[in-house]
């Protein structure tokens, strides 16, 4: 079922955390619109700290806050609140350990043609680089609500990565969303589509497409790209033979690059690649367009799958 | 409470350590360190509302040290006040120690890390709202190097401390004039400084930042003026209390001799003598 945009969904869920507990504030950079924070900072005005275009104060009053027992989440979007603000992520929050959200908002591609200014394709790879902050890029609408709860409890920094296209349903009820825990949408036994955020339905996508010719593809919804879950991408090399990752970011340090070491380091060499954007200037576009451009599609995925079965047959022989 | 005597000879013994600290190590900003550490003093033993066995009691004062580059100073003093054993200091910048080049707060009494320069007025910033938000009375002060003044984030800070009349907030400036390259005036003119902040909405007082008396005076009078952020301008010499490091962009960060040190711990035994010879 189409659900709404995860960025709603957060809003939401924050809404009602903090409606329910003084201490769960909102920190904005005249964002609170793009943040869909609009209807919070009317109900709650006592609980949302407006620092007006200062993504730098963001960071830094948010980890001043959290020290004094605050609930903070730090909403921005994440071009950004993940390159302005980096030094105040590393040392005000992360390595200064006061337990702030930073909530990247409009991720990836997601502002689609207002250009490269606008784009984050980076930040996954330089948060990883830094110590203590877990990094979340939610599928759907229920993966959004349990990121934004574990976030507002959560000791230790966290990283919430939110594009702002209506998402379908991805997760089923029944499971568990855990963090750090891989979630397996679909079984298959010929290749594993590991996928994150706004990228997941296109993997569900081609799993039912390669399905219509005859190869089983498991889909994993890696929610969690920080700590990354070994286990399932071993799994997946040891139980699918082959392994493909999909990521709205560059190729550079995402999670395909994570998944990559994880399977190099256990000496697994199965059939590997990674669906992510290339180290250019992005073509212009929406967010579908360039998606189109780079091969994050159904048909993208299919055919990168046909050919890593046709180099695994070549190697057999 | 120490007199006001005390409290100055208390200035040269911290002078003294901090000097023996960084020949130890081997490493340290003697000149900023010299500067700061009159306001250390009055902080620590006349101003702020904490103590080792309250640094989890939620109305406790905090103290951020933005230019955590002086962190030999504020080692000295916390040592002194007794946060942890005097002893420990002897770890400094050694292998697997907590004791390292900037504030963290694996140290006892530290409330925030820092290091990078144009750091701590925001969080200070952070800290004084959430005081504001929660009706506690504790207040936030923080030391800011005026060569760290170049950074904008400093700025961006000043901003909101005025928006949210923050009078809780005590900004401190260690305005020795002099940073790493030469004298701020000529690597990235700061003047008039005391009217910028005024014009960014805080109440600025100017003190001499070496002088004690003076120190306690305006820091017990905090804040200088109802629903705004005070700014206390301390204007102080860089390599405070010894002859040959004072007002030299040179001893930025220039580890003293064997020599030297002698040189320095004498004078500042010539001065204590003095101070406690005079009536």
């Not at chain 1, 994993?220 to 082959?242: I, Q, R």
């Not at chain 1, 190099?264 to 998606?291: H, K, Y």
């Not at chain 2, 004791?99 to 707060?105: A, L």
């Amino acid at each position: 079922m189409m659900g709404k945009p995860n960025l709603d969904v957060f809003a939401e869920t924050l809404l009602e955390l903090a409606s329910a507990d003084r201490d769960v504030l909102a920190v904005t950079s005249d964002s609170r619109g793009s943040g869909r924070l609009t209807g919070f900072g009317q109900r709650l005005p006592e609980q949302i700290v407006e620092t007006g275009i200062a993504e730098q104060n963001v960071i830094g009053i948010a980890a001043g806050l959290a020290s004094a027992g605050k609930k903070v989440f730090a909403v921005s979007p994440a071009c950004f609140i993940t390159a302005r603000s980096l030094e105040q992520i590393k040392n005000d929050v992360c390595y200064s350990d006061h337990p702030v959200t930073v909530v990247g908002i409009s991720a990836g591609v997601s502002y689609g043609a207002l250009g490269a200014t606008h784009h984050s394709l980076h930040d996954c790879a330089v948060l990883r680089a830094i110590h203590n902050i877990t990094i979340l890029a939610p599928a759907d609408n229920l993966e959004t609500r349990e990121a934004v709860k574990y976030a507002c409890c959560a000791e230790h920094p966290v990283y919430i990565r939110l594009g702002k296209a209506a998402m379908p349903d991805v997760h089923p009820e029944q499971e568990p969303f855990v963090v750090g825990r891989a979630a397996r949408l679909r079984e298959g036994r010929d290749v594993t589509l590991i996928a994150t955020g706004e990228t997941v339905p296109v993997a569900l996508g081609a799993a039912e497409a390669l399905a219509q010719r005859g190869t089983s593809a498991r889909v994993l919804s890696m929610h969690t790209v920080k700590p990354l879950d070994e286990a399932a991408v071993l799994a997946a090399a040891d139980e699918t033979g082959a392994v493909v990752t999909l990521e709205e970011h560059s190729v550079y340090g995402g999670l395909g690059e994570a998944c990559a070491a994880v399977l190099m380091r256990a000496g697994r060499c199965v059939p590997f690649d990674i669906l992510a954007f290339p180290d250019e200037a992005l073509v212009a576009g929406s967010q579908r367009e360039i998606f189109a451009h780079y091969g994050l599609t159904v048909e993208g995925v299919a055919h990168t799958v046909s050919r890593l079965q046709q180099r695994r047959a070549l190697r057999a022989d | 409470m120490l007199t006001d005597k005390e409290l100055k000879v208390k200035s040269l013994v911290y002078r003294a350590s901090t000097l023996q600290l960084i020949v130890r190590a081997g490493a340290g900003h003697t000149g900023g360190d010299l500067s700061l550490i009159d306001i250390l003093n009055v902080l620590y033993n006349r101003v702020l509302r904490v103590a080792p066995d309250r640094m989890a009691d939620p109305d406790r004062d905090r103290y951020v040290q933005s230019k955590g580059h002086c962190v030999e100073a504020l080692y000295t003093v916390l040592a002194d006040r007794g946060f942890f054993p005097a002893e420990e200091l002897e770890t400094l910048g050694r292998y697997g120690s907590h004791f390292i080049g900037h504030p963290t707060r694996a140290v006892p009494g530290i409330e925030h890390n820092t290091g990078a320069l144009g750091h701590g007025l925001a969080v200070a910033v952070g800290m004084a709202l959430a005081a504001r938000m929660d009706g506690r009375p504790y207040r936030v002060f923080t030391v800011l190097g005026d060569g760290e003044l170049d950074e904008g984030s400093n700025w961006e800070a000043s901003l909101a401390a005025a928006h949210y009349r923050l009078d809780n907030l005590v900004v401190i400036i260690d305005r020795n004039g002099l940073q790493i390259t030469g004298p701020t005036e000529q690597v990235n003119g700061l003047e008039p400084l005391g009217e910028k902040f005024r014009a960014f909405g805080y109440a600025v007082r100017q003190v001499d930042g070496n002088d004690v008396v003076a120190l306690s005076s305006a820091l017990e009078s905090v804040p200088f003026e109802a629903g705004k952020p005070s700014l206390l301008m301390a204007h102080t010499v860089k390599g405070k209390g010894v002859s040959f490091m004072e007002n030299q962009a040179g001893w930025h960060h220039r580890v003293p001799t064997a020599e030297e040190l002698q040189q320095a711990l004498g004078e500042l035994a010539a001065a204590r003598r003095a101070l406690e010879e005079a009536q």
